[in-house]
């Protein structure tokens, strides 16, 4: 069982960058793509990003392409996701999840696992 941590999140004003972070237990995270989602109150979960096992491949949606970045660090089984330009819509709980194949994963239906969840908060 694969087991994620995610950390980062804040409360911060529009304009602002954070930084999430997501870490994985057990020795298969290299093999595996990642992604990372958001819901905002009353909303369904949607896509944010995804970047395949060795990080070759990003794919992001048209809302946060160009303010955010995926990368990650197979080294120290860790996934991070660098948000600038932040807006109040951008306003929800950031899940990582991670599915057990190497190619990129656009759907909350095709990961495996998932993390908790944190909470960031754009300000007006």
């Known amino acids: 069982q694969v087991q994620l941590v995610e950390s980062g999140g804040g409360l911060v004003q529009a304009g602002g960058s954070l930084r999430l972070s997501c870490t994985a237990s057990?020795?298969?995270?290299?093999?595996?793509?990642m992604g990372w989602f958001r819901q905002a109150p009353g909303k369904e979960r949607e896509f944010v990003a995804t970047i395949s096992s060795h990080g070759i491949s990003i794919s992001y949606a048209d809302s946060v392409r160009g303010r955010f970045t995926i990368s990650r660090d197979n080294a120290k089984n860790t996934v991070y996701l660098q948000m600038n330009s932040l807006k109040p819509e951008d306003t929800a709980v950031y899940y990582c999840?991670?599915?057990?194949?190497?190619?990129?994963?656009?759907?909350?239906?095709?990961?495996?696992?998932w993390g908790q969840g944190t909470q960031v908060t754009v300000s007006s």
């Open positions: 999840a991670g599915r057990s194949s190497w190619t990129l994963g656009l759907t909350t239906g095709s990961y495996d696992y």
């Open positions: 057990g020795r298969t995270f290299s093999n595996h793509a």
